[in-house]
């Protein structure tokens, strides 16, 4: 899995790029066939935003979040991308 990490108004430093390959690694485990994600963090005044795209084997998954602080805003995405690709893996699964 390719990870592509962008920031608008935002340095993307060491530990933010560890903490969002980390999180996606979680999603990699459930689903195998991620081929590439492109992350955007973005920050507007007080508003952290994440925003990604995976591109699935078959398909895409999109997701975004906010949130007040950066670190809980990827854990929010990467909650409800986790539940995408599951819902996404099993629609394969039952049409199979």
Same mark, same amino acid.
């Given at each position: ?39 955007? !963090? ?49 629609? !394969?699964?039952?049409?199979?």
């Amino acid at each position: 899995m390719q990870i592509n990490l962008a920031g608008h108004h935002i340095e993307i430093t060491d530990s933010l790029r560890s903490y969002v390959e980390s999180k996606f690694a979680k999603l990699e485990r459930h689903f195998e066939q991620i081929n590439n994600v492109h992350v955007v !963090l973005n920050v507007e005044k007080a508003i952290q935003r994440v925003e990604a795209k995976l591109h699935l084997n078959g398909g895409e998954v999109h997701g975004t979040a906010e949130h007040t602080d950066m670190y809980a805003a990827i854990d929010a995405l990467i909650d409800k991308l986790d539940r995408q690709v599951i819902k996404y893996k099993e629609k !394969l699964t039952k049409y199979s």
